[in-house]
């Protein structure tokens, strides 16, 4: 027997290995420690070992991002299956987790996942995505989290947590070069300032050339250029009472993402062909780019303050956190992926955002009882602008191709004929705008309790009341075209008008239609704001309850069942006057399993999901919306449902070598939807992967006093369930040249040499090692100029890493 138990217990332990690759599919990268290192979070708003917490979740150390070369939470896409996050756009990212998503990039609405920075919420615009500064730790919570995190956490939450102050002397840095001209540089100071006193500052950049080239103007596209800082001062007022102060800044300033035209461009003088056959499209991968935005621009400075303040009761641990932010947003891009005067369409979106936010929170352990309860405040004043940039030229060509009549060259054509001087009317630059206002308001009280119900039973309930008031306004006042008007004035001084009348070119009504044409906005739908603001308020109230119950079924494992409610406040859509979001509520119902076999170094985790999303409500970018046929961003609502499993193991053989894979399936349809042809799309699929999951291995060796590292990891997303309205948004399509919602697939590599100590390290880290490219969306915004365009994913990145602490 005891020359067949050594044999029994390899087999077991390499039949768990693979268990755990491929029941996962993926990699969690939950830990960088073997599996008997604990990790402790806070997901509940209590420090809790993650593998007691009967929340599905996935934790990434501050190792885990270093080594994958990651600067935001973007660049973890692929590595936590379930979560999706473009950052094509900074200052209006895409966040989706477990197919719950809402693409409004507007002030109007929150967004079902909420993104946190030591318990602050960020918001989902400009200020939602910025780089990491100085992080302990990301946790991921999947499924809802209102009780404890609020009205934005429908779908789950993000909580990123920031290094405090420590009364030891500490400081490190880090810098990387590579290709593009990519260079990125970290570094934290920690200085005890006497006894009680402590500071900690922090700074981070990022800067690149950019990976594509202009063919036209020879400017380099697709690079970065941020950098921030982060200050904190922890005073220790006695061994019960400390406060932490701490600000961040940063500031973004780089070219806003390049649009590859898809349109081969014919000789000067001769239009695009009307209207776009997807057919002919050049592949985007091959073809030259062509942007005409001369001040293209994406830039975002933020600020934010917090100050933390604990002080331990006899009975309970108080906390009270005050926060403040303030960040200003433009993005001004090319949205026709040309240089053609008679195409040139732009946009502009120009915001800025105040926001404070007030918690009391106490938190205590009674007897059986481990109990937290709180008071919440939050208010925001924002404010957006949202423009449309363009020129006569292109209008002419829009109002040809859309409605037969190229309104300004027939002008030109009339004053020529009549023998009118001095008029041309082409080439003069169009301006329309939206203006909005909004004034958000929010309170909440919660409690929640775990109780001790035996010694291997726990249930936890809680309950959060929130009360919203939101207070948002349209205006829309006239297209500015002073060039044009100076010239359209002086046709009617001087009786034009008036005249094709006379001679029977025109009856009174088209001449009244054509200066209307030629006078009034005609790319907004701004009916009702032109002359004053429109202004609307409205309040909801709500109750997020949940209900857990878990069981110690062994030392090591533990079961855990749940049922959850979220809910997201009703808003408003900015480009569209009077355009209106009902509230949004989620039930989740969700069983799981943590635990492992610690001795064999293997740990596991699996739970299994299913929710209903009632009134999701998003912002879709909708094909032939107005009178002048470009497109035009719309409400759509709809009722939606999934049932899902998340995977997550790691193999920890020894301490040289570790495995770990995670993996989610989902299967995701419409319980009730319309769909944007006006077809029933109950029953269909709603648009998020089947699968997506992620694996890799790392290992290290002994060299030359130090030690040699070495990590592979992979990614998987699986192509999107496509539907109807998908394929008319441009994120779900199949032509000759490309495919838009395709599966995407990343290979990243590391190896490094760190000393005995630490304290020294040298590494080369390689992303997107396999140079996979995709096709992120195909943009239909010029359409009815005969342009169409795409945004693509970033080629291979290859950065020289260098490191040292003291």
């Excluded at 009118?420 to 009317?425: A, F, R, S, T």
């Excluded at 089947?690 to 060796?701: D, I, L, N, Q, T």
Aim: aromatic content about 8%.
């Amino acid at each position: 027997m005891t020359a067949i138990r050594p044999r029994r217990r390899l087999l077991r332990r390499t039949a768990l290995a693979s268990l755990a690759l491929l029941s996962g599919g993926g990699a969690a990268l939950a830990q960088t420690a073997p599996a008997a290192e604990q990790i402790v979070v806070t997901a509940q708003s209590r420090s809790q070992q993650a593998q007691t917490v009967p929340i599905t979740m996935q934790v990434l150390s501050p190792d885990e991002v270093r080594k994958l070369g990651a600067v935001n939470l973007a660049d973890l896409n692929g590595y936590l299956p379930g979560l999706q996050i473009d950052n094509t756009q900074p200052t209006q990212p895409f966040v989706s987790l477990r197919g719950i998503a809402n693409e409004d990039f507007l002030i109007g609405t929150d967004s079902p996942i909420g993104l946190y920075v030591d318990g602050v919420y960020t918001g989902k615009t400009g200020g939602a995505l910025l780089n990491f500064n100085d992080i302990k730790r990301i946790e991921l919570l999947k499924g809802p989290q209102g009780t404890l995190f609020g009205r934005n956490s429908a779908g789950g939450a993000i909580s990123v947590i920031t290094n405090a102050p420590v009364a030891n002397f500490a400081a490190n840095g880090l810098v990387r070069v590579g290709n593009h001209g990519a260079r990125q540089a970290q570094a934290m100071l920690n200085q005890p300032l006497g006894e009680n006193l402590a500071l900690r500052v922090s700074a981070v950049a990022q800067r690149s050339d950019g990976w594509a080239r202009d063919a036209g103007s020879g400017q380099h596209e697709g690079g970065d250029d941020a950098w921030g800082t982060r200050l904190a001062l922890r005073w220790s007022l006695g061994d019960a009472t400390s406060a932490t102060l701490s600000w961040e800044h940063e500031k973004l300033d780089q070219r806003s993402r390049a649009a590859f035209g898809l349109q081969a461009e014919p000789p000067v003088g001769t239009a695009l062909p009307y209207p776009v056959v997807p057919a002919r499209y050049l592949d985007p991968f091959k073809a030259p780019l062509y942007n005409d935005m001369p001040d293209s621009r994406e830039a975002r400075e933020f600020d934010g303050a917090t100050l933390r303040f604990q002080h331990t009761l006899p009975w309970a641990e108080f906390t009270s956190t005050t926060a403040w932010r303030r960040f200003d947003a433009l993005n001004r891009q090319d949205n026709d992926g040309t240089r053609r005067a008679e195409t040139f369409l732009a946009t502009a979106n120009i915001e800025d955002s105040t926001t404070w936010q007030q918690e009391f929170r106490l938190a205590g352990k009674q007897g059986a009882f481990d109990w937290v309860a709180g008071l919440s405040f939050f208010g925001e004043r924002a404010s957006q602008t949202s423009e449309i940039l363009t020129n006569t030229t292109a209008l002419d060509a829009l109002f040809g191709n859309v409605a037969g009549l190229p309104a300004f060259s027939t002008v030109n054509m009339l004053t020529q004929l009549l023998g009118v001087p001095g008029i041309d009317l082409l080439g003069l630059p169009w301006t329309e705008a939206m203006h909005n206002r909004a004034r958000n308001r929010a309170a909440a009280l919660y409690g929640d309790v775990i109780w001790q119900w035996t010694p291997a039973t726990r249930v936890t309930g809680g309950l959060r009341f929130t009360r919203d008031q939101k207070r948002f306004s349209w205006s829309s006042p006239p297209r500015t075209a002073t060039g044009l008007d100076a010239q359209l004035d002086a046709l009617a001084a001087g009786g034009f008008f008036d005249g094709l009348v006379a001679a029977d070119v025109m009856t009174p009504d088209e001449a009244a239609a054509l200066q209307a044409l030629l006078r009034n906005s005609q790319l907004l739908d701004s009916r009702g704001a032109e002359a004053r603001p429109v202004e609307v308020q409205k309040r909801w109230t709500d109750a997020s309850p949940r209900l857990v119950i878990d069981h110690r079924l062994h030392p090591d494992w533990m079961a855990y069942a749940s049922w959850t409610r979220g809910y997201q406040a009703g808003g408003f859509n900015g480009l569209q006057v009077n355009g209106r979001y009902e509230p949004e509520k989620v039930v989740n119902v969700e069983l799981g399993l943590k635990g492992g076999w610690p001795r064999a170094g293997v740990q596991l985790n699996a739970s299994l999901f299913r929710y209903r999303f009632t009134n999701l409500q998003q912002l879709n970018l909708v094909p032939s919306g107005n009178q002048a046929g470009i497109p035009a961003y719309q409400v759509t609502v709809s009722d939606q449902q999934a049932t899902g499993l998340d995977v997550e193991a790691q193999w920890t053989p020894s301490r040289d070598w570790r495995l770990f894979a995670s993996g989610e399936w989902l299967d995701q349809t419409y319980r009730r939807h319309t769909a944007l042809d006006g077809s029933d799309a109950g029953g269909q699929p709603a648009g998020a992967p089947r699968f997506s999951g992620a694996a890799g291995v790392e290992g290290r060796w002994p060299l030359a006093g130090g030690q040699l590292s070495a990590r592979l990891s992979a990614a998987y997303v699986g192509a999107r369930r496509c539907n109807t309205d998908l394929a008319l948004q441009g994120a779900c399509n199949t032509t000759p040249a490309f495919r838009v919602g395709g599966p995407r697939e990343r290979l990243d590599a590391r190896i490094g040499w760190d000393s005995s100590d630490g304290r020294f390290g040298i590494g080369v880290v390689a992303n997107n090692l396999l140079d996979k490219r995709y096709v992120s969306r195909l943009w239909t915004l010029a359409d009815g100029l005969g342009a169409h365009f795409v945004t693509l994913t970033p080629p291979r990145s290859v950065l020289l890493e260098l490191r040292a602490s003291l």
